[in-house]
C-alpha cells in the first residue's frame, strides 16, 4: 500500500458520500466532491509515474475507483432526473457489456485482456466533462444550456463507437484460433 493507492482508496471511498449528496439534492457538496476526486486522480497518477510508485494493486484499483464514481453519479443523477434515463441506461449498460463479455470470454477458456481504446478515453473525459456541466448548474446555479446538450450527445455517441470497437475486437478475439489476439 502506498500514497497513491491511499488517495485512490479515498477516492474510491467518496462514491458513497457523493450518491448521498446528489439523492440528498446537495448538488454543491457532490460537484465539489465530483472534482476532488478527479484531481485526486490526476494527483495519485502523476505520484505513481513519477516517483515509481506504480503497482498491480493500483493497475486495478484506479480504474475501479474511476468507473465505481462516473456509474454511481450517473445513476444517482438519472434517479435525481437530472439527466435523461437514456443516457444513464447507455453509459451502464456499455460497462456491463465489456465486464461481461470478459467474463464470458474467461468461461469460455478464451481469457480476453481489455486494453482501453482511445475512443473510450476520450468517452470517458466527454462522460466525466457532461457529469460537471450538470452538477454545476444544478449546484451553482449556472446555465449551461447548448453545451450540456451537445456533450449529452457528444457522451452518447462515443459511448455507441466504444460499444462498437469493443464488440468488435471481442469477436475477433474469440473467432481467434489461438485465443489470444485481441
Request: proline share 3%; net charge neutral; hydrophobic share 60%.
Amino acid at each position: 500500500m502506498n500514497l497513491p493507492n491511499i488517495i485512490t482508496m479515498a477516492r474510491l471511498l467518496t462514491v458513497p458520500v457523493v450518491v448521498w449528496a446528489i439523492a440528498s439534492g446537495q448538488m454543491k457538496i457532490a460537484c465539489l466532491l465530483f472534482l476532488a476526486a478527479g484531481l485526486s486522480d490526476a494527483v495519485d497518477g502523476f505520484l505513481a509515474k513519477r516517483f515509481g510508485m506504480t503497482s498491480e494493486l493500483g493497475a486495478h484499483l484506479d480504474p475501479l475507483a474511476d468507473k465505481a464514481l462516473i456509474m454511481s453519479i450517473y445513476i444517482s443523477l438519472g434517479i435525481a432526473e437530472a439527466i435523461p434515463r437514456w443516457i444513464v441506461i447507455l453509459v451502464v449498460s456499455r460497462d456491463i457489456l465489456i465486464i461481461g463479455g470478459v467474463m464470458l470470454a474467461w468461461f469460455l477458456g478464451k481469457p480476453i485482456t481489455v486494453r482501453p481504446l482511445l475512443v473510450s478515453k476520450l468517452n470517458t473525459v466527454a462522460q466525466i466533462i457532461f457529469a460537471c456541466l450538470i452538477l454545476f448548474s444544478l449546484g451553482f446555479g449556472f446555465n449551461t444550456g447548448i453545451v450540456e446538450i451537445a456533450a449529452l450527445f457528444l457522451v452518447a455517441a462515443l459511448t455507441l463507437l466504444s460499444i462498437g470497437f469493443y464488440v468488435r475486437d471481442w469477436v475477433r478475439h474469440m473467432n481467434s484460433s489461438d485465443g489470444l489476439e485481441t
